[in-house]
């Protein structure tokens, strides 16, 4: 039973729309990342924070999405602008704070660009 | 850049009989090493994880030893039931590096009752 709770699970935008994404971490995991997983199960990072604070993200991200991390709020990843290829399972995980710890992933949102 | 290679699937096995998934990597820094089991409408979940070179990590009767040397961390399971069919990933998370985990593109598993 996942403790990473994401919603929606589903969503369905047209080309060009927006697509918001939330997640909340397991508690006391200060970190929470992103990952796109497509259709041929390869995951690509998106980003990750630590905190409220950016810790490393794509040039994708950078330019087409907008992710934070607000203190008491959820943590949410939006699409500016959809795209067929945006199409994919978002998830989201959390961790303790260093190298090698675990990632915890939530059950994923999965968006469909029609 | 870094990377994980694993057996392309999928792997179709009858009950009873034994697994072998191998994963190779490349990385310049000194991983911890993961395998991570998902199953259909969940996210991927820890099977077990070993962040030191020659120790062998272990879950529900998976295992796998990390080979420094070799570069691998191939997963074994000695006889598999119809409830292991769900994708594994291997994956690393270099030291030096925010956190994150690179992984393999999974090895589906289906086993036959």
């Known amino acids: 039973n996942s403790k990473v709770i994401q919603t929606p699970r589903y969503l369905v935008k047209g080309q060009g729309q927006k697509a918001k994404m939330r997640c909340i971490p397991e508690k006391g995991h200060p970190v929470v990342f992103w990952y796109q997983q497509n259709k041929n199960n390869e995951f690509k990072f998106l980003i990750n924070f630590q905190n409220q604070e950016v810790l490393q993200q794509i040039d994708m991200t950078e330019k087409r999405f907008s992710a934070e991390c607000p203190s008491n709020s959820p943590c949410s990843l939006e699409i500016q602008s959809s795209e067929a290829g945006d199409s994919a399972l978002y998830l989201c995980a959390s961790s303790l704070s260093g190298v090698g710890n675990t990632l915890y992933f939530g059950e994923g949102s999965r968006l469909i660009v029609v | 850049g870094d990377s994980v290679t694993q057996t392309e699937g999928p792997v179709t096995l009858s009950e009873g009989t034994s697994l072998t998934v191998n994963c190779s990597y490349e990385?310049?820094?000194?991983?911890?090493l993961f395998w991570y089991v998902q199953y259909p409408g969940e996210g991927p979940q820890l099977l077990f994880k070993?962040?030191?070179?020659?120790e062998k990590g272990s879950n529900r009767g998976f295992e796998a030893t990390y080979n420094k040397e070799a570069t691998s961390f191939h997963l074994q399971k000695a006889s598999v039931q119809e409830s292991d069919s769900a994708v594994y990933y291997c994956?690393?998370?270099?030291?030096?590096?925010?956190?994150?985990?690179?992984f393999g593109l999974g090895t589906t598993l289906q086993v036959q009752p």
């Open positions: 990385t310049k820094q000194y991983p911890t």
């Open positions: 994956a690393l998370s270099p030291l030096g590096n925010t956190g994150k985990l690179i």
């Open positions: 070993v962040p030191k070179a020659n």
